[in-house]
């Protein structure tokens, strides 16, 4: 029975009164503790370095994957494999501040037909611009630009449906092949970029075709030199082409 006026507050130097202060201190320091370890998780959560949020803010950019769909221009015929095309363009887009991802997907002596018929497993990287560079083939062979026409407009409305970016290159017919077969053929790039609102690079050849000291011995094929100007010509419209 407690004495008169003590009520029931027990005294600290009783027994108990001392295991009721002991047990009283561990849980002022669990509540002391556990307090300030909330108040550091809240500053880690908000932390700019380590904080995550639903939307992008401060992740790094994706390295970008470029294909080069086209023929032995893109593909680096009867060139070493350092001095073609692909891995040049990478350099210099490097140099420019994207390191990119550059697929060589060039395969000597394609027409539009065949690489329409192959485009589908040649996008299984999922690129994020294709440097459409087809054609030459075609007017070499003398087929029809009505048919090179509607080879390059699926191969452009196929990647459109994939939300891929493109880089049309135009080429331009061998003078060899007629004013009308020119003319014809070297209105398909402008008129499809302009139809399907996509950028155009008007020739691939540019600074290069006709040129010996800038092409191999079949004047046709650019040599390490002539490599060296398309890159540099080309990259800023590859840059530009680039999603952002």
């Known amino acids: 029975m407690l004495p008169q006026g003590q009520g029931p507050a027990v005294n600290s130097f009783t027994i108990w009164g001392r295991v009721d202060h002991f047990l009283g201190n561990i849980a002022r320091q669990f509540r002391i503790g556990f307090a300030l370890l909330a108040i550091v998780s809240v500053c880690i959560f908000f932390h700019p370095a380590v904080a995550q949020s639903s939307g992008k803010a401060g992740a790094q950019p ?22 073609g095309f692909a891995p040049n363009l990478a350099a210099s887009l490097k140099k420019a501040g994207v390191d990119a991802r550059v697929i060589n997907s060039g ?14 497993w040649a ?6 611009l294709v440097v459409l560079e087809l054609g030459a083939n075609d ?12 080879n390059l407009e699926t191969i ?5 449906a994939q939300k891929t970016a493109i880089l049309l290159v135009g080429m331009m017919a061998p003078p ?6 020119g003319r ?15 950028p155009l690079y008007p020739f691939f050849l540019d600074g290069v075709a ?15 030199k002539g490599v060296d100007v398309i890159v540099e010509k080309i990259t800023p419209a590859i840059l530009d082409a680039l999603p952002q």
Do not use: C
Request: charged content about 25%; hydrophobic content about 35%; glycine content about 8%.
């Open 139 to 150: 007017a070499l062979r003398g087929v029809e630009p009505a048919q090179t026409r509607k």
């Open 210 to 224: 006709a040129n010996p000291s800038l092409n191999q011995q079949d004047g046709m094929h650019p040599n390490a």
């Open 156 to 160: 452009i409305q196929k990647l459109q």
């Open 107 to 120: 395969v000597s002596g394609d027409t539009t037909a065949a690489g329409l018929a192959r485009l589908d």
């Open 176 to 181: 060899n092949m007629g004013k009308e077969y």
């Open 62 to 83: 994706a390295t970008p994957t470029i294909v080069l769909f086209g023929d032995s221009l893109i593909a680096g015929y009867g060139l070493p494999e350092q001095d």
């Open 123 to 128: 996008m299984v990287d999922k690129p994020d």
């Open 184 to 198: 014809e053929f070297n209105a398909i790039y402008p008129e499809l970029s302009e139809k399907y609102d996509v």
